[in-house]
């Protein structure tokens, strides 16, 4: 049964503040953006975490951090919305 674990999760779509599909209308949001304009992974990697209840709070985490907090258990499939505050915070911005 090993074998036939899943080797990756969809997290749930990512929604804007209109409550639309997150796309082009609300701005650069491209990951690489991000990555860049913050120094790295982390926050993008940080926020996903917080979405899905793995993190209380906004925080930076390494990939493997990361996948030491996950698990299908525990995996949340509610909507995300993608805050102004998101934005900020992947700019970095401190956390609010």
Do not use: M, Q
């Not at 969809?10 to 949001?29: E, F, I, M």
């Not at 990697?45 to 299908?72: H, Q, V």
């Not at 509610?78 to 700019?91: G, H, K, M, Q, Y």
């Amino acid at each position: 049964l090993a074998r036939f674990a899943p080797r990756y999760w969809h997290h749930p779509l990512v929604s804007g503040h209109d409550g639309r599909r997150l796309a082009k209308r609300h701005g650069d949001t491209r990951i690489a953006v991000y990555r860049a304009l913050s120094g790295g992974p982390e926050r993008v990697i940080g926020l996903c975490a917080s979405w899905l209840g793995y993190a209380p709070r906004r925080t930076p985490l390494s990939a493997p951090e990361f996948a030491s907090l996950c698990s299908p258990k525990t995996f949340k499939l509610d909507p995300v919305t993608f805050s102004p505050d998101d934005d900020a915070w992947l700019r970095g911005s401190p956390s609010r």
